[in-house]
């Protein structure tokens, strides 16, 4: 009796005790500040997000997941129930995305405000009260390497048939073209390469004669300046001899007028006009052959204004004269 007496106080003090460690656990585990309850909408998967699951806003833990369900009203969504720290700064611009703990394989919730909506969204289950879920970073890992595999397929696809038997055949041919040309490009070159080497000599003679040209151009410019002077002179003896020809014009004139006065002479002076006349006549034929030569000589001038300063150029020999030349026909 005794001993099963002993037996029920100890299964007693043991049962006590370990309710006694539950409701100490209870307490020191119990909130000591009010939450308020906010409802997630995602369109995505929420692998490995359980209820219990920690609420972060921006790092720091404001709560914990109460439910997972989806929607009555559309089944392509996923509603997340959670209840976080009465005061959070939970504005409408705030989004939710799942994060992943560790290697365990379970997610959290992680809250962001990107500031564009600083309004404070109120505690509210409606559906204008939803907070948006965006993609998870592990799923979005994941799309996008899906993508780089379609990707890196579609370009294996491409490289095998850039490299069929008929493609190949044509590369081949395109190298040995381009070999072919780069054969004769460099045979061109070994045969410019002579050239090349005497270009700087050409260069410099090239030089010289422009030194040459330029003496030459500064040689000309005294000669042009005495050419142009010998033209002034000429021109004034032009206009010196076009003077004196006026008045051997007017003298000849003169003279005809003196030879009809002589022939008006009466009787009285017969022997003085009988001398007077042949005079006049040996004057007048003076002036003739003078007037002549003047003409010749204005012509020749003319027509070579170089005689006056290098004289008269030497005239060709005629027929059997010594130089003579026969000229030939055209």
Do not use: C
Not at 173 to 194: H, I, T, W, Y
């Amino acid at each position: 009796m005794e001993s099963r007496a002993h037996a029920i106080v100890a299964g007693l003090f043991t049962v006590l005790l370990g309710a006694g460690i539950v409701l100490a656990a209870l307490w020191f585990s119990r909130d000591s500040y009010d939450r308020v309850t906010y409802v997630l909408e995602s369109k995505y998967a929420v692998t490995g997000l359980n209820p219990q699951a920690p609420v972060k806003l921006r790092g720091v833990q404001i709560g914990k997941v109460n439910s997972i369900d989806f929607d009555g009203e559309d089944a392509t969504l996923i509603l997340v129930t959670i209840s976080v720290k009465a005061g959070s700064r939970i504005t409408r611009g705030t989004t939710a995305q799942l994060g992943a703990q560790g290697i365990t394989g379970t997610s959290y919730v992680n809250l962001e405000d990107d500031g564009k909506q600083p309004d404070f969204l109120p505690p509210n289950i409606d559906k204008a009260s939803r907070i948006p879920v965006k993609r998870a970073l592990f799923d979005e890992f994941a799309m996008s390497g899906q993508e780089i595999l379609f990707e890196v397929g579609k370009l294996l696809k491409q490289a095998q048939v850039l490299l069929s038997d008929a493609n190949q055949t044509q590369l081949v041919n395109m190298f040995n073209a381009v070999q072919g040309a780069s054969e004769r490009m460099d045979k061109l070159a070994q045969a410019l390469e002579p050239g090349a080497k005497s270009m700087p000599v050409l260069a410099g003679d090239a030089r010289k004669l422009l030194a040459g040209a330029d003496h030459a151009v500064r040689d000309v410019g005294p000669l042009l300046k005495d050419a142009r002077t010998a033209l002034v002179s000429i021109d004034k003896l032009a206009q010196e001899y076009s003077r004196r020809a006026g008045t051997l014009d007017r003298v000849a004139k003169n003279a005809d007028e003196v030879g009809s006065a002589s022939q008006s002479v009466t009787g009285a002076a017969g022997s003085m006009a009988g001398d007077l006349v042949p005079r006049m006549n040996v004057l007048l034929e003076e002036l003739v052959r003078n007037s002549r030569k003047l003409d010749r000589f204005l012509d020749d001038l003319h027509d070579q204004p170089q005689g006056l300063v290098f004289g008269r150029p030497a005239r060709r020999p005629g027929p059997g004269e010594s130089g003579f030349a026969v000229p030939q026909k055209q």
